[in-house]
């Protein structure tokens, strides 16, 4: 069962907008089991949504170009994360999308736009890539040029297993492209202090 309805489940997130999807068990990720009880008290598994970027989007010398890419690429994460969640919903599984920056904290220790869930970590632990020199989730398929949400579930979804292989290859384009130098190792930032355009702590979670 649990099975057919994993693949069902993966099925609606692909074709509302996910390029990527995978799953972890609530249990393996205890840094946020928390808020995700908080969520949603009877959350088995969690079921982590990538979207794409337009890397031609991206490229543009336009920013109105580059953010109309950004606000389309989240609206297409949501989407995959709203309708999967009540597809289960309709299967008899009480389940809850979660965006990923919502709410605005401007407190410690979020310091801006973080939400419950850490979708880089849960997508990191679901199978969907590895962590890159910038802390972001690098895939195998699209890069960093990716947006991510998701959802909670009651549903006990067959969960993915993370990768052996480092998507990141290292080559520090990242680090040498930052515009305000803010990144300068594979832990920390300084993107608090040195870029106005961003409120990342100054520790980039792991």
């Known amino acids: 069962m649990s099975n057919s309805l994993t693949h069902e489940a993966k099925k609606v997130a692909l074709a509302e907008g996910a390029a990527l999807v995978g799953v972890v068990k609530v249990a393996d990720l205890e840094e946020h089991a928390e808020s995700i009880f908080r969520i949603l008290p009877s959350a088995e598994s969690v079921v982590v949504v990538a979207a794409k970027h337009s890397l031609t989007a991206l490229k543009s010398a336009t920013h109105h170009v580059m953010q109309f890419d950004t606000i389309h690429t989240y609206s297409e994460v949501a989407r995959a994360a709203h309708k999967t969640a009540r597809f289960l919903e309709a299967q008899g599984f009480a389940s809850a999308a979660v965006p ?27 199978g969907l890539g590895s962590y890159g020199e910038n802390g972001l989730l690098v895939t195998k398929e699209y890069g960093a040029a990716v947006r991510l949400s998701g959802l909670v579930t009651a549903a006990g979804l067959d969960p993915d ?46």
């Open 161 to 206: 297993s993370p990768l052996n292989e480092n998507t990141c290859d290292q080559c520090m384009g990242c680090v040498g492209g930052c515009p305000s130098n803010a990144l300068f190792n594979y832990y920390c930032c300084e993107c608090q202090t040195k870029c106005p355009a961003t409120h990342l702590p100054q520790e980039v979670s792991r």
């Open 100 to 126: 990923a920056f919502l709410p605005i904290d401007m407190q410690a220790p979020k310091k801006g736009m973080r939400g419950e869930i850490c979708w880089r970590r849960a997508g990191v632990r679901a």
